[in-house]
Nanobody
């Protein structure tokens, strides 16, 4: 099995910064695209940013210029640096990864989600 564990959420004032981390573990053969999504109360889950194994990135318009996604392939970890935070960024942030897992014989590609980390932007 594989597991994604997020960390780094919390309460921050408007204009502040937070850095989220998400580490993948388990019987991992390869990780392709990793990304961050968020879900605010009463709203659907939405894309924030994604990054391929080669480092190509994609951002939601709301994240461009303020958020930076990066990854450490050796550590199977993806990061989200969030600057100039706004109250409308308040949400649960979820990590997602396109993982090929293996038991040594069989290879299965799965889309995995973390449990989420709360980000609250408020004065």
């Amino acid at each position: 099995q594989v597991q994604l564990v997020e960390s780094g959420g919390g309460l921050v004032q408007p204009g502040g910064s937070l850095r989220l981390s998400c580490a993948a573990s388990g019987s991992i053969f390869r990780i392709d695209t990793m990304g961050w999504y968020r879900q605010a109360p009463g709203k659907q889950r939405e894309l924030v940013a994604t990054i391929t194994s080669g480092g190509s990135t994609n951002y939601a318009d709301s994240a461009k210029g303020r958020f930076t996604i990066s990854r450490d392939n050796a550590k199977n970890t993806v990061y989200l640096q969030m600057n100039s935070l706004k109250p409308e960024d308040t949400a649960i942030y979820y990590c997602n990864a396109d993982i090929t897992k293996t038991n040594g014989i069989r290879f299965d590609r799965v889309g995995s989600w973390g449990q989420g980390t709360q980000v609250t932007v408020s004065s």
